[in-house]
């Protein structure tokens, strides 16, 4: 009671505008201010209601305390006298606020659930006229058949599971200084230029990969059981006309949202089962973040070969100015090579008289 006293919104809706709370609370829910409710507001106003037994209660001390003798505003606490005010709505209440609670929550998740939906199809038809991820899916699984020659139960394949992408980075050359997704980069860069910037369609997959399609759909489900709920109790005639109404909508948009989002899963897992994946323990969160953690592996290893191609050249560089300075040198001294072995000879012929030297010295110790 507390709680809902100070909400913000019925501090700034209600009670400043000079409503007593009671006023404000049955405007609230039996008037049209659903701009300012939220499910938060409506749960702790059903936590408000008094109970059967708080109901009896207040009833007997009526009974015993009639208006004219006493004043239940000053005899009674505030919550007590709160609960007295809406007595004879109570039932009414009790059944408004649940319905209401529903269509309010009802509305936020489908509308995410519907969100996800999109963002499934959006990342499905990437995957699907991405032609460059597919050439780099078909080099991958040409380099496999080839290094798997030998093996007839592995040569020759037409798809593999894509969880292997993962493994890429983790198969090393026998020197150990560069790994199969190096290869696979530089191969691309030099004979397929037109599939090597095929990490930019990976970018869609970010937004979808950010909401757990898991969480989706437990909330549907839960959605799902709820509307149940609601149409026995529409069977049983529970609720006014206007309830019935509205109950009526919100159950037909549960309905509709659970078949699309059937639909789209199963669309997603007919386009999983392309790409080698088989295992119902994977999700389509799961399936795209995949090709992500891929697209991530595979940039790390392009600016890893980048930094490595420019320090060769580098090298190349200095090995080629140096060569061309000895040319040089040798042009323009023709005797160059003839001085440097005869100063060579005369150093390894000094090396006993040296060594003599600083034995005598006391520069050399045993």
Not at 154 to 176: A, E, M, T, V
Not at 248 to 261: P, Q, R, V, W
Request: proline share 2%; hydrophobic share 35%.
């Amino acid at each position: 009671f507390q709680k809902f006293k100070t909400n913000k919104r019925v501090v700034e809706k209600g009670i400043k505008n000079g409503k007593s709370l009671t006023e404000f609370f049955k405007d609230l829910f039996f008037g049209n201010n659903n701009e300012i409710l939220s499910v938060k507001l409506v749960e702790l106003a059903i936590k408000c209601l008094p109970t059967s037994e708080e109901t009896r209660n207040l009833k007997t001390w009526m009974t015993d305390n009639p208006p004219e003798e006493a004043d239940p505003q000053l005899k009674l606490s505030e919550i007590d006298y709160f609960q007295l005010s809406i007595i004879d709505e109570s039932e009414s209440l009790f059944t408004k606020l649940h319905v209401l609670k529903f269509e309010l929550k009802s509305s936020e998740k489908l509308q995410n659930i519907r969100n996800i939906i999109s963002l499934l199809r959006s990342a499905c038809e990437t995957l699907n006229d991405s032609q460059e991820i597919i050439s780099i899916l078909e080099i991958i699984l040409a380099i496999g058949n080839f290094v798997n020659f030998e093996h007839k139960s592995k040569y020759d394949l037409s798809s593999f599971d894509i969880r292997l992408l993962y493994d890429l980075k983790n198969i090393k050359s026998p020197h150990n200084d560069s790994t199969l997704l190096d290869y696979l980069v530089k191969l691309i860069s030099e004979q397929y230029p037109d599939a090597a910037n095929w990490t930019q369609n990976v970018i869609s997959f970010s937004s979808f990969i950010r909401i757990s399609w898991e969480t989706s759909e437990d909330d549907l489900n839960k959605l799902l059981d709820e509307s149940d709920r609601f149409q026995e109790d529409l069977d049983n005639d529970v609720f006014d006309e206007e309830s019935k109404l509205k109950i009526i909508k919100i159950i037909k948009e549960i309905s509709e949202t659970s078949e699309f989002f059937q639909q789209s899963f199963q669309e997603w897992t007919e386009l999983a089962m392309k790409f080698g994946i088989i295992d119902k323990h994977i999700t389509p969160t799961r399936f795209f973040e995949i090709f992500a953690s891929f697209a991530d592996d595979y940039k790390e290893s392009q600016r890893r070969v980048s930094v490595s191609q420019k320090t060769k050249m580098q090298d190349i560089h200095v090995k080629q100015v140096t060569e061309d300075a000895k040319k040089s040198l040798f042009i323009q001294n023709p005797d160059w090579e003839n001085m440097k072995k005869k100063t060579i000879t005369e150093k390894k012929s000094n090396i006993p008289s040296n060594l003599i030297g600083d034995i005598v010295v006391g520069k050399r110790r045993r």
